[in-house]
DNA sequence: AGTCTAACTTGCCATTGACAAGATAGCTCG
DNA sequence: CGAGCTATCTTGTCAATGGCAAGTTAGACT
């Protein structure tokens, strides 16, 4: 039933967001290109800017339905620090896409409320699960997790931490971050 | 005597990097075209390509040249571990366009000689001032340490931080990294 | 003076993002 | 039932880009 309408694909918009992911997931977001996700949901090479508006505008769209994953992954995380902690480098590499998109901003526009909405929801429940443990100030501790989790996420993203480090990501990051959370 | 001479620009090589360095300080390396930086320097758009090759290959000199201005300046830090620390973070905020490049592998061949043997530079300096004061397992420590300067530059660097953490990345950097080695 | 090579140019092509104008489908409302 | 309305998609076009090919020039070295 892929093709059974020449006009009206059904569900456009989400077909592209995916091929998107799907694209940037295996040759990063450089890679993106309006006109390939067109080819790939079988439209014409216009068909994206009627939803999207352009590229910009798409990448809008993946990095708010990013944020509200990492909420959820946050969420379900439960209430341990170091849970939540380890989540936040899950998330980063399983929906690496997202991920890359939601911290470069000149990709995007940043001000979009549904971003904002999302990004709020996320940073609410990273700094709420901080809070339980604390000791010094509190602001000083949300820093230092978030920059902690944010930096070994990027730098295993990135490829750049040596392979003594192992192959599994979460166990590596539970390690570090016990370190900051004894 | 900038064109005094219409072959033989006298130093294209470095023009084009500090060309390519001024635009992506203010506009981010997805605005970086190697036809703008021709024309910035007053050469024919197929000018770059004889010193390069292509863009990734531009962006290849960039990111050795990067990790060369990081080993200096973590060098210059001395042998605090903190004062490190800072200067990973001061380097990410004053070299910005580097920085980016630097931890974007997609965007250049990583495997370059001369990138790699800059990499390695960097990172037996960082090693080596985390190894100076230790206490748990050394490789846990480093790889915490860079962890968290490495978030925080690259949370500061996306404008994702809170207003309330100040203007001054790096004395707001100099707390957070205390909090991981008081 | 003659030759050789590195540095640059001109010209071209496929791809891309963006825009404009048109076509179609399916819904609404009389 | 059918006439119009609107969201959805198409076709056509343009300027800009990256990259390649083939020339041209400067200047270094005999």
New interface residues.
């Given amino acids: 039933m892929s093709q059974s309408r020449a006009y009206h694909h059904g569900d456009l918009r989400r077909a592209l967001l995916d091929a998107a992911v799907e694209v940037m997931a295996e040759?990063?977001p450089?890679?993106l290109s309006l006109r390939d996700l067109a080819r790939r949901a079988g439209v014409s090479h216009a068909a994206p800017a009627h939803h999207f508006g352009d590229k910009a505008g798409l990448l809008t769209a993946l990095a708010a339905q990013g944020f509200e994953l990492l909420a959820e992954a946050l969420r379900d995380a439960g209430d341990d620090l170091v849970d939540t902690g380890v989540a936040y480098v899950g998330f980063a590499v399983r929906r690496r896409a997202h991920f890359e998109v939601m911290?470069?901003?000149?990709?995007y526009r940043?001000d979009d409320p549904e971003v904002v909405a999302a990004q709020a929801r996320a940073g609410e429940l990273l700094r709420t699960g901080v809070a339980r443990r604390t000791g010094?100030g509190p602001?000083?501790?949300a820093?230092?997790a978030?920059?902690?989790?944010?930096?070994?996420?990027?730098?295993w993203l990135?490829?750049?931490?040596p392979p003594?480090?192992g192959p599994d990501p979460e166990a590596?990051a539970r390690?570090?971050i016990s370190?900051?959370f004894p």
């Fill in positions: 040759s990063g450089a890679a911290f470069r901003p000149d990709l940043a010094r602001d000083v501790d820093l230092a978030w920059s902690i989790v944010h930096g070994f996420a990027t730098l990135s490829g750049a931490l003594r480090v590596a390690i570090v370190r900051l």
